[in-house]
């Protein structure tokens, strides 16, 4: 009998072979083809006037983010929440925040995606939650409660615990005494977003029956904020001095990390059609690769942090730099799993003032440039709302204008330790994540046509010129140059598919690139500067056409195929066979 087993399984295996690299990289998904549109619901539509962006808000333009072409909107929490940390920092994740509805909105949300063919891809927050989720006030109320192991304490008899860095703390220390049971518990971010304790199976089951309850609601996919940090090494060891300045490299891929993926895969994933990214790529390719290796069932996508990590000096950064991440990270995709392509989210300044050049002169070609950039390449790309208008930086001045949570503990710290802060103020009016949370501008009209009331975050006073209804009129804004950056993806699979080459390589001022398959060839020309610039990439335009570019007059194209470019110039060819 168990021969006979054996002889089946070896048969069952023939008729189902394990695919190749190659299958794996050029398999048809609908997430590898998707363009994904993430919505900051704080500050995307205040629908009630109490100056918050709401579900309703959203609702309402929704005939607007299905005209942009998208397919899928990531949606950044709105669980229930103190708001310590908009809205990562959930109180009860079956329930939606007050301000920003009721789960009837919500249905009715999803519904309305769902007729107009967008998918909804929410942030699954769980490698903590708010000190207010009644897990953590039953924990920290004995050492006894059942719910004591759901989180990470260490007794204080014990003594204090090794240093653990926090990203959020004022003091940036991870472990914070509480009296009540004479102990200290454990928050890698702000003191009201303690850690949950992935080490205990009880808990881990109370997440996937909560996975299951979202997606039993239909919902499209999760994106897994910050679980490349949620399996530690509960004894916590000491760490080397300075190992703050790299505290990924010893929070990151922790003990049963990927055990923790394939059970929530076995348990939840599998059991639907569902998008799952994840937030970090750990610290080497490998890691990223065993995320979202198919073979190893945990993960569909990563979304790895070197490429948004560039731009973090205001002086500017080095093209040279940018295009061996990009191709680096591309090289060690080629043949298996998939990667996620971005240039901003929810917690980085704006995309066009970071990564390109946001002056009145050159924002909106740069904003199409790099417009360009993520949609070329190869990856699922992913936009965050209000760069389809060129929105930029609001830069603020005082520190009263800030909301962000990170962004005014470390004015505090700074403070505190004497820092030069007419420095760390130049720096955060650059970098703070609120320069990308100002209010979405709608139109001309009063607080950008977001809301009726005080919005809870200044809007860029450059509202006035830079907003959707006037952008719509335009048949050369950035906005209407988004819509056809999207259209040339969706009409062209190689942009998904196609095989990425870098051309040109040394260029400090082009990034220029083919993609390749089934025959078809597309040449990709970047100007990332703000001078005129040549390129040679070496490659035939004899016969070529002109699929898309960010100025009105044509390129010019010299002797041997060299291509002279205008400042920020974006060039898409289809290369002739």
């Known amino acids: 009998m168990k021969k006979f087993l054996l ?53 309402s333009k929704l005939d607007y983010i ?4 998208v397919d899928v909107i990531w949606l950044n929490p709105i669980y229930s929440s103190p708001n310590d940390d908009n809205g990562y920092d959930v109180s009860d994740y079956r329930n939606i925040m007050k301000e920003f509805g009721t789960m009837d909105d919500f249905n009715t949300l999803l519904k309305g995606m769902h007729q107009r063919g967008i998918k909804l891809v929410m942030d699954l927050v769980v490698n903590h939650s708010s000190d207010e989720h009644e897990w953590f006030m039953q924990s920290r109320s004995s050492r006894t409660s059942p719910y004591r192991d759901y989180y990470h ?14 990203l959020f703390d004022v003091n940036h220390d991870a472990w914070r005494y509480d009296s009540l049971t004479n102990a200290y518990y454990l928050h890698y971010f702000s003191r009201k977003q303690p850690d949950l304790n992935w080490e205990n199976p009880k808990l881990r089951q109370e997440i996937y029956d909560m996975m299951k309850y979202w997606c039993d609601k239909g919902i499209d996919g999760f994106r897994l904020d910050a679980f490349q940090f949620a399996a530690k090494d509960t004894t916590f060891p000491k760490f080397p001095e300075g190992y703050e300045k790299n505290f ?8 049963h990390l990927h055990d923790y993926l394939q059970e929530m895969n076995r348990e939840v994933l599998s059991k639907y059609d569902v998008m799952s990214v994840a937030e970090g790529a750990g610290n080497s390719f490998n890691n990223a690769h065993d995320l979202v290796d198919a073979d190893r069932h945990e993960l569909n996508m990563a979304y790895a942090f070197e490429g948004v990590d560039i731009a973090k000096d205001p002086k500017g950064y080095s093209l040279l730099h940018f295009k061996e991440v990009f191709s680096r990270w591309d090289s060690v995709f080629a043949d298996k799993g998939w990667l996620s392509i971005f240039l901003a989210n929810h917690d980085q300044a ?6 390109g050049n946001d002056s009145p002169q050159f924002r909106e070609v740069s904003s199409k440039m790099l ?8 990856g699922t790309p992913y936009y965050y709302n209000g760069d389809e208008l060129g929105m930029t930086n609001i830069r603020f001045d005082k520190i009263e204008d800030y909301r962000d949570m990170s962004t005014l503990n470390e004015y505090q710290h700074q403070l505190n330790n004497g820092a030069d802060m007419h420095k760390f103020m130049a720096d955060i009016a650059y970098s703070s994540r609120d320069n990308g949370r100002t209010p979405i501008q709608w139109d001309a009209s009063q607080n950008a046509g977001f809301t009726t009331g005080t919005p809870w975050i200044k809007i860029n006073p450059n509202y006035k010129t830079i ?5 719509e009129m335009d048949p050369n804004s950035c906005l209407n140059y988004f819509r056809k950056a999207v259209a040339l993806r969706k009409k062209n699979t190689v942009l998904v598919y196609g095989k990425y080459t870098l051309l040109d390589k040394n260029n400090p001022q082009v990034y220029a690139y083919t993609r390749e398959a089934g025959g078809k060839k597309i040449l990709v020309l970047l100007n990332f500067s703000a001078t005129g610039a040549q390129t040679n990439p070496g490659v035939n335009l004899k016969g070529s056409t002109l699929l898309l570019g960010n100025y009105a ?13 205008k400042p920020y110039e974006a060039l898409v060819y289809q290369l002739q066979n």
């Open 7 to 59: 002889v089946i399984f070896a048969l069952t295996l023939l008729a189902f072979p394990k695919k190749n690299s190659a299958q794996e990289a050029t398999e048809k998904k609908w997430w590898k083809e998707a363009v994904v549109y993430q919505i900051y619901p704080r500050s995307f539509k205040d629908a009630d006037g109490d100056g918050v962006g709401d579900l309703k808000g959203i609702i």
């Open 66 to 69: 299905k005209s942009l072409g």
């Open 153 to 166: 304490w260490w007794n204080a008899e014990l003594g204090k615990p090794n240093p653990r860095y926090s």
């Open 248 to 255: 990924s490299l010893y929070y990151a891929m922790g003990p």
């Open 350 to 355: 704006r995309l066009v003032s970071r990564f």
């Open 371 to 378: 417009s360009t950039f993520l949609l070329t390449m190869r």
């Open 467 to 471: 907003n959707v209804a006037a952008e």
């Open 553 to 565: 007059d044509a390129p010019v194209v010299s002797n041997g195929n060299a291509v002279k470019l």
